[in-house]
């Protein structure tokens, strides 16, 4: 029971939802609402539950007006399998959600026009979070992909870019379609707050993947992947390259020749302990000699 409390404790509602409840109540749209609002907490429950069922460390699910997030205090270092089930668990809820209203509007229970309303948000909401913008579903997605092929540092900030762009063509397009679409406006706006945050502090978040990599508990079980490196690069420089879901053996080559391999955690080591991160290789692997 306990368990069950503390968990329900990490679910907060933004104050501005209250605002908008308010001007819903006063205009007569509270059953608009209310089918809104039941669309993402399905959503988000989704999220919470896998995430819950992998041991994440969640911090608190916050429910917006128009969304809703689920904060973590992971850091990019869980399995790859894991991320991908906790990220598509929301928009996987909104199926079998249209079912159960669809054997309500049949059995006469949900009125025809509530439930015509409920088939286009639960689209346009399922629609609008699978766009590649970060961070959405379909940003972390994107991530993901790029993490597969890319170093950590280089597919986040890929994802970035994609996201700008893609929100920029979005609000174009809502600029022709919707001009006077208020919510859409508010959302776009957020959502260019939130990118220019995340782009802002990148480092701050590499920073968070690498630390989390050096004092977790995540190199139990996983690939060792051979990175070369020259003996002439820092640490900072090395860490750069290092992927997500794997662990590296660190081969530091000096004029065409593997002169040693290294830990990937001697270079964390340097980073977080001796902090040295602009020492080089060469100075590195003297030291250790």
Request: hydrophobic residues 50%; glycine residues 6%.
């Given at each position: 029971?306990?368990?069950i409390?503390s968990l ?12 908008v ?6 205009t007569?749209r ?7 609002f039941l669309i993402i ?5 989704g999220?919470?539950?896998?995430a ?6 969640i911090k608190?699910?916050?429910l917006?007006?128009f969304g809703?997030?689920l904060v973590?205090?992971e850091s990019?270092?869980?399995p790859w399998?894991?991320e991908?089930?906790v990220t598509v668990?929301g ?6 959600l249209?079912?159960?209203m669809?054997?309500?509007?049949i059995?006469?229970?949900l ?5 015509a ?7 346009m909401i399922?629609f609008?979070n699978?766009l ?9 997605l994107i991530l ?5 092929a890319q170093?950590f540092?280089e597919?986040?900030?890929r994802?970035?870019?994609?996201s700008?762009v893609t929100?920029?063509l979005?609000a174009?397009f ?8 208020l ?5 776009i ?12 502090h990148?480092h701050?978040?590499f920073?968070r993947f690498?630390?989390?990599r050096y ?6 079980g996983?690939k ?6 020259d003996?002439?690069?820092t640490?900072l ?9 794997v662990?590296?053996a ?9 002169v040693?391999t ?8 340097s980073?977080f ?7 080089t ?7 250790y000699?």
């Amino acid at each position: 029971m306990n368990k069950i409390l503390s968990l329900l404790m990490k679910w907060r509602i933004h104050p501005l939802f209250w605002l908008v409840a308010a001007i819903a109540i006063a205009t007569g749209r509270f059953y608009e609402l209310a089918i809104v609002f039941l669309i993402i907490i399905v959503h988000e429950m989704g999220h919470f539950l896998v995430a819950t069922h992998f041991k994440w460390r969640i911090k608190k699910v916050q429910l917006l007006p128009f969304g809703g997030v689920l904060v973590v205090e992971e850091s990019g270092n869980r399995p790859w399998q894991e991320e991908w089930w906790v990220t598509v668990a929301g928009p996987l809820q909104q199926i079998w959600l249209a079912f159960v209203m669809w054997g309500l509007a049949i059995v006469g229970i949900l009125p025809d026009s509530l439930f015509a309303f409920f088939v286009q948000a639960n689209i346009m909401i399922a629609f609008f979070n699978l766009l590649p913008i970060y961070p959405l579903d379909g940003g972390k997605l994107i991530l993901l992909l790029c993490n597969v092929a890319q170093p950590f540092l280089e597919g986040y900030k890929r994802t970035l870019l994609l996201s700008f762009v893609t929100l920029s063509l979005f609000a174009l397009f809502t600029l022709f379609v919707a001009p006077t679409h208020l919510n859409g406006w508010v959302v776009i706006l957020y959502l260019y707050f939130i990118l220019s945050y995340q782009y802002k502090h990148r480092h701050y978040t590499f920073q968070r993947f690498l630390m989390d990599r050096y004092y977790g508990q995540h190199d139990i079980g996983r690939k060792i992947v051979p990175l070369k490196v020259d003996i002439e690069e820092t640490v900072l420089q090395v860490s750069q390259r290092f992927s997500r879901g794997v662990k590296h053996a660190v081969i530091v080559i000096e004029d065409g020749v593997e002169v040693v391999t290294l830990d990937e955690n001697e270079i964390l080591h340097s980073m977080f302990t001796e902090k040295r991160p602009k020492v080089t290789l060469r100075e590195l692997v003297y030291f250790y000699e």
